[in-house]
């Protein structure tokens, strides 16, 4: 078999498998996880059903959706439709009237990196506890704890030495950071745990992470 009829075949599959969470993404936003069947998506997409099985099942599908989902808001390309956005401005206020811990330009900033994904999740409650749940479900590594990991804390990583954190020590705080805001969405997706309060969770743990270190 040719190298080049190879490619061709490896092009095509991955073509139907991007039609594939293109649908599912669809369908799993305007339907919500368990309206969505595998029947649905390979109608939308106009494959089989044998096809969508071959890229995965439910709980993988909608993995791959937040692995794209979340890469887009990490560029910078997504933007929550206006019903959504109007959710999130609309989330009632921290109990208590908590107010968020970050205070500097850079709190502020690392604060503001996170948001995006915060309010994604806010729009999308329900579909993002199943994302959760569905996390403790698949096997493998998903993106959001590899290459989507890693360019997010490499970003927090130059936030923090921008303000004279020292490299090792702004490195295993992005860690942290980026633990942080797993840990809270997962909290929140357990919970009755509103916008305003994650964000001030994380704020909290901001302003922990941004005092100056430098080695003893």
Same mark, same amino acid.
């Given at each position: 078999?040719?190298?080049?009829?190879?490619?061709?075949?490896?092009?095509?599959?991955?073509?139907?498998?991007?039609?594939?969470?293109?649908?599912?993404?669809?369908?799993?936003?305007?339907?919500?996880?368990?309206?969505?069947?595998?029947? #649905?998506?390979?109608?939308?997409?106009?494959? !089989?059903?044998?096809?969508?099985?071959?890229? #995965?099942?439910?709980?993988?599908?909608?993995?791959?959706?937040?692995?794209?989902?979340? &890469?887009?808001?990490?560029? &910078?390309?997504?933007?929550?439709?206006?019903?959504?956005?109007?959710?999130?401005?609309?989330?009632?206020?921290?109990? &208590?009237? /908590?107010?968020?811990? /970050?205070?500097s330009a850079v709190q502020n900033h690392l604060?503001?990196?996170?948001?995006?994904?915060?309010?994604?999740? /806010?729009?999308?409650?329900?579909?993002?506890?199943?994302?959760?749940?569905?996390?403790?479900?698949?096997?493998?590594?998903?993106?959001?704890?590899?290459?989507?990991?890693?360019?997010?804390?490499?970003?927090?990583?130059s936030s923090l030495i921008s303000i004279g954190?020292?490299?090792?020590?702004?490195?295993?705080?992005?860690?942290?950071?980026?633990?942080?805001?797993?840990?809270?969405?997962?909290?929140?997706?357990? !919970?009755?745990?509103?916008?305003?309060?994650?964000?001030?969770?994380?704020?909290?743990?901001?302003?922990?992470?941004?005092?100056?270190?430098?080695?003893?």
């Amino acid at each position: 078999m040719s190298t080049e009829h190879v490619h061709s075949r490896t092009s095509r599959r991955l073509r139907t498998e991007e039609k594939i969470i293109s649908a599912a993404a669809d369908l799993f936003l305007e339907l919500g996880y368990k309206a969505t069947t595998v029947r #649905g998506i390979a109608k939308h997409a106009e494959v !089989s059903v044998g096809r969508v099985m071959a890229a #995965g099942d439910k709980d993988v599908l909608l993995v791959r959706c937040y692995d794209r989902w979340i &890469g887009q808001l990490q560029s &910078g390309t997504y933007t929550l439709p206006a019903r959504a956005r109007a959710i999130t401005e609309e989330a009632p206020p921290a109990r &208590g009237g /908590a107010k968020p811990a /970050a205070t500097s330009a850079v709190q502020n900033h690392l604060v503001g990196t996170f948001l995006p994904f915060l309010e994604f999740f /806010a729009a999308h409650e329900d579909l993002s506890r199943d994302y959760a749940a569905a996390l403790m479900r698949v096997a493998g590594k998903p993106q959001v704890f590899e290459t989507l990991a890693t360019d997010l804390q490499d970003k927090l990583s130059s936030s923090l030495i921008s303000i004279g954190i020292s490299e090792a020590y702004s490195q295993a705080s992005a860690v942290a950071l980026y633990d942080s805001y797993l840990g809270i969405l997962f909290r929140w997706a357990a !919970s009755d745990m509103s916008l305003h309060e994650a964000t001030d969770a994380l704020s909290q743990s901001i302003a922990f992470h941004t005092q100056l270190r430098r080695p003893v």
